[in-house]
């Protein structure tokens, strides 16, 4: 993953159904989602913005890194954690040694809960027709 020929280190990073291909390079601490600044981006929430630089800011180094995402499916909310799972997987890919400070601020888990599909016979994953018994 990391060969001295490119200038970016590579991570993937999922949430529900949200993908995010994420590129970390050496830079000012730009973050950029789908070839836009991550304030344009997810202009509804602050909080969201904030999310996306916990794993920077768990290693404090915030402004040495640019990080370029490209990250599709799902919500704004799924995406950025996506995202943020893209950004601490891509630091561990660095510096291994980062790799356990990144595990204790609970940043390299990936949450596996995802949307159970409809069955046929039923109205959704699990709800059935109301049983009557006279």
Known sequence: MADKSKNYFYALGRR???????????GK??????HKPAAEYFADSKAILHELE???IALEIENKYDVSAVV?????SSQSDAIRLGIAKALAVMNEDLKATLRRADMLGRDPREKERKKFGLKGARKQRQFTKR
């Open 16 to 26: 529900k159904s949200s993908t995010a291909r994420v590129r970390l390079m050496s």
């Open 29 to 34: 601490g730009l973050i950029s989602v789908n």
């Open 54 to 56: 916990r794993p920077l």
């Open 72 to 76: 599709s499916g799902g919500g704004h």
